[in-house]
């Protein structure tokens, strides 16, 4: 029996169905988190194995030897993972610390943490990406802006989703920017008026995808981050072919293998200097499932269930499952406070044929997804979209 370490399998909640998926494919589920394991939902505790708590993640050498006494229980750890942005690098130090050779390693991280250097592999295969500059100084910034003009969005290098970035507008807000002193390597990017597609796919040992789908973002995420506002995107049963074509290409560059990824891309809103109106240019790449619900809605958006899918994949390099009926799935992330002219009960009862999720978001994914989500299907586009009008409506 294989032995596959799941870190912080809590979060986000559904995660637990990867561990049931593999549990049901015959390995062994160990999980290490900083949850008690009391606090634990039932249906994550009927899917381990074993867990190890440890005081906090953040704590190397407490992770570690919660690694290293599972080795000396079950033998050696084929796989670690943790389908979480923030721990990709802390996944990749303890496979090389255990020889775990199924996952990324240390020399991987910067192509697919560092959104600077995402832009080499991207290039690679033809793909476009926005002009950059590292910001130093004012003065090198300023630079960069006389030749590509305002606005600009600047955004950590090394970051996690839309948190901390920002979109600047003249001379004063670079400035503003600037004088605070960021703690971290920025990146300044040309502004691009552009909507954000993405590119998800399970991927096996040969690096080829067996299950795709894709996602439209209708509202940005950092406007919705730094604006408060409601959080609007939609799962594709039958993703962009050009979008997709985009995707295969990059999984090449980046030398995907044996991973479930979410990839980024700008579709340009009008012609501009990076190309045509239409055209399908880079954003960046995760190298983990898209965020919070989204593996749910990829399942309601394909009428299949993606848990599995990546569970076949780690397990024997396939799968059979297969998808079923396709759909427009559409969420919507409402804020607390807001005086909406329809409440989340009315809308859920109007739709009620086709709600798949009424509830709320958790507090940690609550910046960019909204407070309160509904998660509805749709068989046409103009049906998703005529009900995101009466969403978002305020009296």
């Not at 050009?242 to 990839?263: N, T, Y």
């Not at 619900?293 to 958006?301: G, H, L």
Request: proline share 3%; with cysteine; aromatic share 14%.
């Amino acid at each position: 029996m294989n032995n596959f370490v799941f870190l912080s399998p809590n979060f986000p909640e559904n995660y637990w169905q990867f561990c049931r998926e593999l549990k049901n494919n015959g390995m062994n589920v160990l999980g290490i988190g900083d949850c008690p394991y009391e606090n634990l939902s039932q249906q994550l505790k009927d899917s381990l194995t074993e867990y190890y708590y440890v005081r906090s993640l953040m704590e190397y050498n407490e992770v570690f030897r919660a690694v290293a006494f599972f080795t000396y229980k079950y033998g050696k750890i084929d796989w670690l993972e943790s389908n979480n942005e923030f721990w990709l690098e802390r996944d990749a130090a303890l496979r090389k610390e255990f020889n775990i050779t199924s996952g990324f390693m240390p020399e991987d991280m910067p192509k697919v943490k560092y959104k600077s250097k995402m832009k080499e592999c991207y290039n690679k295969v033809g793909i476009k990406t926005a002009a950059y500059h590292l910001v130093d100084n004012l003065e090198g910034c300023k630079k960069f802006i006389k030749e590509y003009g305002y606005p600009v969005i600047v955004k950590p290098d090394n970051g996690v989703g839309a948190n901390a970035t920002y979109k600047l507008n003249n001379d004063k807000e670079l400035e503003d920017f600037i004088n605070s002193n960021p703690q971290t390597q920025y990146i300044m990017e040309e502004y691009l008026d552009a909507e954000v597609f993405s590119y998800d796919a399970v991927v096996n040992s040969k690096g080829e995808p067996i299950f795709e789908t894709g996602n439209v973002t209708a509202v940005s995420i950092m406007d919705t981050v730094n604006n408060n506002g409601d959080s609007i995107f939609y799962l594709l049963g039958n993703p962009y072919k050009d979008v997709v074509e985009a995707g295969r290409k990059a999984l090449k560059s980046f030398g995907v293998k044996s991973r479930f990824i979410h990839f980024e891309f700008f579709r340009l809103l009008k012609d501009q200097r990076l190309g045509k109106k239409g055209e399908v240019v880079a954003l960046e790449v995760n190298m983990r499932p898209s965020g919070g619900i989204s593996p749910d809605m990829m399942n309601y958006a394909n009428s299949t269930n993606v848990y599995k899918i990546w569970a076949d994949m780690i397990c024997k390099d396939k799968t059979d499952l297969t998808k079923g009926d396709r759909y427009f799935c559409a969420f919507i992330g409402r804020r607390d406070g807001r005086d909406y002219k329809y409440s989340d009960d009315e809308l859920a009862w109007e739709y009620r044929d086709s709600l798949k999720v009424l509830g709320r978001v958790p507090d940690a994914l609550s910046g960019a997804m909204g407070n309160r989500m509904l998660i509805i299907n749709f068989k046409t586009e103009e049906e998703m979209n005529n009900f995101y009008k009466k969403a978002i409506e305020v009296k």
